[in-house]
């Protein structure tokens, strides 16, 4: 059953129509005092979907009340807060206190019914859903992660996941797609960090010939390509407060508008974002929108680094060897046991990133034995092995000597400010500038890369 409560009666009966050709049990309540009185004595509710005036005013102090009523007695029960896009900010206020979701009036009828199922099927998920067997994440640390991906993925709402460079948000991105009901549909990727605003409408939504300068041709934005199917919005924690706006515009009515096109189209798309960066701390810096983080905030995961989660890194390493060699067409190897040993000793700021490289350049950098009879050499990777291709490379984790004869520090000296400063600048003259190939080489993302060559101005 789903309570409606508003004090408007044509709105009332036009969401109890709505909702009953969509075969739900419908409640309607004018009030919060009506409202609570079917809350408390109806077990069958199984989300309110509530106006946030009840009166004159329009500060919505009645609604942020019956909401956290709600939230006392029934705190199971998904709420969905319907207000005008003028007072955006009051449903942030009731996304604080505790809202699943809200939506401005005039509202879609599709959206409406969209995020009214997303909540329920969420709210009714068994936590005890098992992840798919084919997923390509290895660690056993994860498994509480893959248990909410399974119970998240077959809805429609929206996911952001947060952790540092390198920690796999990308694969979880794809998990959510693959067990999702678009799963047959595209998983288009954007790297949001490498969008300028004067591009992002046109990367994102399309243009038509001729619509500004250099529009020699139509082009296919990157939301008409997901159709269907799943985007994922890496590092929107890079997106300019200009295009936030935007794009909290497409998420909110799932409408947009082709760049010089009057014509308004709709969306059909999963939006699955990621971040390296503190959002929460961007929303109390004024740059972040606290309205589109809330939006894209439904579902949150968080990945840990690498080094809170070191028992993973034996099965990582052999996961890494088994496709490094089937690659390279190389025989079956081990690890010795110090190896692993000293492989959990490693920082690894880029994560797990940094750890496939250095598997991998292990793997390559050892002479390959004479594959025997059955093919497959004696062949074992060392602790030395490792350390030889960790030493063999600007590491960000690591101190490179000091540049110049200046100030008499020896290798290991300086902050660790500078040290990272002179690995980064190592590689980058190492590969001439290629930044691409620089951010492989240390095991980071390119935004991640930008970000530090800007924090150490080099």
């Not at 007695?73 to 206190?97: H, K, N």
């Not at 004067?198 to 990157?222: P, Q, V």
Request: hydrophobic content about 40%; overall charge neutral; glycine content about 8%.
């Amino acid at each position: 059953m789903i309570l409606v409560v508003d004090d408007d009666k044509n709105i009332r009966l036009s969401l109890k129509l709505i909702l009953e050709r969509n075969e739900y049990e419908v409640a309607l309540a004018e009030g919060p005092k009506e409202a609570m009185q079917i809350v408390r004595n109806t077990p069958a509710v199984e989300l309110v979907l509530m106006d946030m005036n009840y009166t004159r005013a329009t500060d919505g102090e009645e609604g942020l009340t019956l909401l956290k009523q709600v939230k006392v007695f029934r705190p199971e029960v998904p709420c969905i807060l319907m207000t005008a896009w003028g007072s955006i900010d009051l449903a942030v206020q009731g996304m604080r206190a505790g809202a699943f979701d809200f939506i401005t009036k005039p509202w879609d009828n599709g959206v409406l019914l969209d995020r009214i199922e997303t909540a329920i099927k969420i709210n009714n998920a068994s936590p005890a859903t098992q992840p798919i067997q084919s997923s390509p994440i290895v660690g056993t640390s994860l498994s509480g992660i893959l248990a909410t991906v399974a119970r998240v993925a077959p809805t429609n709402a929206p996911v952001l996941i947060t952790g540092e460079s390198g920690t796999g948000k990308e694969l979880i991105a794809e998990a959510i797609h693959r067990q999702s009901q678009r799963a047959n549909g595209p998983f288009v990727k954007v790297n949001l960090g490498g969008i300028s605003t004067s591009l992002f409408e046109s990367e994102m939504f399309g243009h038509k010939k001729g619509s500004f300068t250099d529009a020699k041709a139509d082009r296919i934005g990157r939301f008409e390509l997901a159709k269907g199917g799943t985007i994922f919005l890496d590092e929107i924690g890079e997106l300019s407060l200009a295009s936030q706006v935007k794009l909290l515009r497409v998420l909110q009515d799932q409408t947009y508008e082709v760049l010089g096109d009057s014509q308004t189209r709709r969306t059909d798309v999963r939006v699955v974002c990621a971040t390296n960066a503190d959002l929460r701390a961007m929303v109390e810096e004024k740059t972040f929108r606290e309205d589109l983080f809330y939006r894209i905030n439904i579902i949150n995961l968080h990945l840990p680094p690498l080094r809170d989660r070191r028992e993973d890194i034996p099965l990582l390493v052999n996961h890494f060897l088994r496709m490094a060699c089937k690659t390279n067409g190389l025989p079956l190897v081990t690890v010795s046991t110090e190896a692993i040993g000293y492989l959990q000793t490693l920082p690894f700021p880029g994560n797990i990133r940094e750890l496939k490289n250095l598997v991998e350049r292990a793997l390559l950098m050892k002479p390959h034995p004479q594959p025997l009879s059955k093919g497959r050499g004696e062949w074992s990777l060392t602790a030395t092995d490792f350390q030889n291709s960790y030493s063999s490379v600007p590491s960000l984790s690591t101190p490179l000597p000091q540049q110049g004869g200046g100030g008499g520090g020896s290798a290991g000296g300086g902050s660790l400010s500078s040290m990272e400063r002179n690995a980064i600048a190592a590689c980058i003259a190492k590969h001439n500038g290629n930044l691409s190939l620089v951010a492989k080489e240390l095991g980071i993302s390119r935004g991640a890369l930008y970000r530090k060559i800007e924090k150490h101005g080099l």
